[in-house]
């Protein structure tokens, strides 16, 4: 007898089947290995001419920076970007999933892509996993219909909002917006106040630090400045350079560089087959 | 479902897949795809039978992307190149994802033509019947590429090609006329080649030229009406360089 030849549609969702053993491993004893997560700051704004996303850098295990410099602002579409907050694997691999979903929707409706399809594939894939996929997104971009910003929380609810704040220092971003935001914001005065509600919550969270990312999107145009901020720089060499001290006598300098530079031989014999 | 396990293609005596052979006739009959490699660019074009007067043109898209970098066109069965085309458009984005690369045309094009292999090869189906000719520029060294498939599953790479309708006569003229091409002078050989068997005019020809910097770019009626145009000129302007002496002597 012959197999079917067409595949099987995948039965898709959450996969139960280990979560007995991992309890009996548990409670046998055994440490379940941490996760990276993003202490964050991420913070999201609609300024005149459009939408204005902003993150800190830094991503923590625990009470370890494991990533100085790391991105935070996913691309989705051309027109549209996210922040993510929570787990670093979580918000890659959703964020990619739903820019792959949407790139093939573009192909099949041939228009460019709305932020509102984004969403409604974010918060449905989140809920099916009710939870698990510990993502906290902030979702940004400008479609023919305007520009929108929403927040989708882990367990797949959303709001649509004019500004917002994710991550552990949104309290702090959000103290700075609620004081400082109005309509019609231009884009200088967008961008400065994004970075100072991102700075609120490199300095104030533990969880955040390093850098500013800043995204501004609007009508046919996105500006993706990575590190438009970095007010934590590392000075690794004192800048007086080393010096001796005065009663050293200089006999020889040899200087040898810690990489040798290989010399390629053009046409050189081949390796024997 | 025992009744559905019975294979369709199967060997004649003489070693001939006939369902395949059926697949390739129905390619002979469907219209006429070109394409051509230039050094920096990729040029197809399909020949649009007549189209009905209330048809709405735009629906009907002969030369589609199937991801940033690489498109494709086909002849035949136009309802099985939609099924291909979704399979292999899911394939480039499932390659993005797991292998964070964009595929190259090569991954695509043995994609494809082992999709077509593998229902030569199964119970209850029948053969794709249809040949594509898939282009694009390798994602990292951004090296132009053509490859053709076929019903029975093989691809190869090509420097200019044509499948569907009259596609042995529009081969010839492009191994007599082929140079290696750039820019503009691709768009017009590819023209030249498909103007060989439909009739000439913008409203018969769809073009679309594939750049490393600006992806798919499909032609305007006009642009290709101007280009028609030039063709025309030349041919003439040809005609009577060759008459002049003749009429010297």
Same mark, same amino acid.
């Given at each position: 007898m012959t197999k079917e030849a067409i595949d099987m549609p995948q039965k898709g969702g959450f996969s139960f089947d280990l979560c007995k053993r991992n309890d009996m491993l548990l409670q046998n004893g055994l440490k379940m290995p941490s996760f990276l997560k993003t202490g964050t700051t991420i913070v999201g704004l609609i300024f005149q001419d459009g939408v204005i996303l902003g993150a800190d850098t830094r991503a923590t295990e625990g009470p370890i920076v494991a990533d100085k410099n790391c991105e935070k602002i996913h691309y989705i579409a051309p027109n549209i970007y996210c922040c993510g907050a929570g787990t670093a694997a979580d918000t890659e691999a959703v964020t990619d999933m739903i820019s792959s979903q949407l790139t093939l929707h573009r192909y099949h409706t041939g228009r460019e892509s709305r932020v509102v399809t984004a969403l409604s594939l974010l918060k449905s894939h989140l809920f099916n996993y009710q939870g698990h996929v510990s993502a906290a997104l902030v979702l940004g971009g400008v479609d023919v219909t305007g520009p929108h910003l929403h927040t989708i929380y882990p367990h797949g609810s959303t709001d649509t909002l004019p500004y917002a704040t994710m991550g552990s220092g949104s309290l702090a971003a959000m103290a700075i917006f609620e004081s400082k935001y109005r309509e019609g914001l231009s884009r200088e005065e967008g961008v400065a106040l994004v970075a100072e509600a991102i700075r609120s919550g490199i300095f104030n969270d533990l969880g955040s630090g390093s850098n500013v990312d800043i995204c501004v999107i609007t009508k046919g145009q996105k500006e993706y400045l990575r590190n438009h901020m970095t007010p934590n720089p590392r000075t690794y060499v004192s800048e007086k350079g080393y010096s001796f001290s005065k009663k050293t006598e200089l006999l020889s300098t040899k200087i040898t560089p810690l990489r040798e530079t290989v010399v390629v031989i053009e046409g050189g014999d081949a390796m024997e087959e | 479902? #025992?009744?559905?396990?019975?294979?369709?293609?199967? $060997?004649?005596? @003489?070693?001939?897949? $006939?369902? *395949?052979?059926?697949?390739?006739?129905?390619? %002979?009959? !469907?219209?006429?795809?070109? !394409?051509?490699?230039?050094?920096?660019? *990729?040029?197809?074009?399909?020949? /649009? /039978?007549?189209?009905? /007067?209330?048809?709405?043109? =735009?629906?009907? %898209?002969?030369?589609?992307?199937?991801? @940033?970098?690489?498109?494709? #066109?086909? #002849?035949?069965?136009?309802? @099985?190149? =939609?099924?291909? *085309?979704?399979?292999?458009?899911?394939?480039?984005?499932?390659?993005?994802?797991? *292998?964070?690369?964009?595929?190259?045309?090569?991954?695509?094009?043995?994609?494809? #033509?082992?999709?077509?292999?593998?229902?030569?090869?199964?119970?209850?189906? =029948?053969? $794709? !019947?249809?040949?594509?000719?898939?282009?694009?520029?390798?994602?990292?060294?951004?090296?132009p590429a053509l490859y053709q498939t076929d019903p029975s599953g093989t691809f190869s790479a090509w420097k200019a090609n044509a499948t569907g309708r009259n596609s042995n006569s529009i081969r010839e003229f492009l191994e007599k006329n082929y140079k290696e091409t750039s820019g503009q002078e691709t768009v017009k050989l590819a023209i030249r080649a498909l103007l060989e068997v439909v009739e000439s005019g913008g409203k018969n020809i769809e073009v679309a030229v594939m750049t490393r910097e600006h992806g798919l770019r499909q032609l305007e009626e006009a642009e290709i009406d101007a280009i028609v145009a030039e063709i025309e000129a030349e041919k003439a302007a040809a005609e009577a360089a060759k008459k002049a002496p003749s009429k010297e002597t």
């Open positions: - | 479902m #025992a009744r559905y396990d019975r294979a369709i293609t199967v $060997f004649s005596p @003489d070693g001939h897949l $006939f369902q *395949v052979e059926y697949a390739l006739e129905a390619v %002979r009959k !469907g219209n006429a795809v070109v !394409g051509v490699r230039g050094s920096d660019n *990729v040029v197809l074009g399909v020949e /649009k /039978k007549s189209t009905p /007067k209330l048809q709405d043109s =735009r629906s009907v %898209r002969k030369i589609v992307n199937l991801d @940033d970098h690489i498109a494709l #066109a086909c #002849a035949g069965l136009k309802a @099985d190149a =939609r099924v291909l *085309v979704n399979k292999a458009r899911i394939e480039c984005q499932s390659h993005k994802l797991t *292998v964070e690369d964009p595929a190259s045309v090569e991954y695509i094009t043995r994609y494809i #033509a082992g999709l077509q292999q593998k229902y030569t090869q199964s119970g209850g189906v =029948r053969p $794709f !019947g249809l040949s594509t000719l898939i282009i694009g520029f390798d994602p990292y060294s951004g090296v």
